[in-house]
Nanobody, 123 residues
Framework: VQLQASGGGLVQTGGSLRLSCAAS????????LGWFRQAPGKERQFVAA????????DYAASVKGRFTASRDNAKNTVYLQMNDLKPEDTAVYYC?????????????????WGQGTQVTVSS
């Protein structure tokens, strides 16, 4: 599975961005799809993920209520809608995929990773 993230950029505090991550190589309809981020000098952290059913989601506490993860299995794509962005959201955002059962937690280890896309939020 190859993952290609896009949609990053520079935005002011309170603004919005929508990240996309297109998968290729095989269908990811049976995969959980997640988003992670890494700020300079910090470890990579879980942001959000959506299970293969497109309904079950999980979010980091810091983004809950502001970010929404969704997927379009027909397009083999996962999205991250980010609203009310804050300077502390500045990071490189990565998409990831793992083949898992629907009852498995969405956090934890992922098998496939895309390249990152930079999100910068100015104050």
């Amino acid at each position: 599975v190859q993952l290609q993230a896009s949609g990053g950029g520079l935005v002011q505090t309170g603004g919005s961005l929508r990240l996309s991550c297109a998968a290729s190589g095989r269908s990811v309809s049976r995969y959980a799809l997640g988003w992670f981020r890494q700020a300079p000098g910090k470890e990579r952290q879980f942001v959000a993920a959506v299970h293969r059913n497109g309904v079950t989601t999980d979010y980091a506490a810091s983004v809950k209520g502001r970010f929404t993860a969704s997927r379009d299995n027909a397009k083999n794509t996962v999205y991250l809608q980010m609203n009310d962005l804050k300077p502390e959201d500045t990071a490189v955002y990565y998409c990831a995929a793992k083949h898992t059962i629907i009852t498995a937690p969405l956090q934890g280890e992922y098998d496939y990773w895309g390249q990152g896309t930079q999100v910068t939020v100015s104050s």
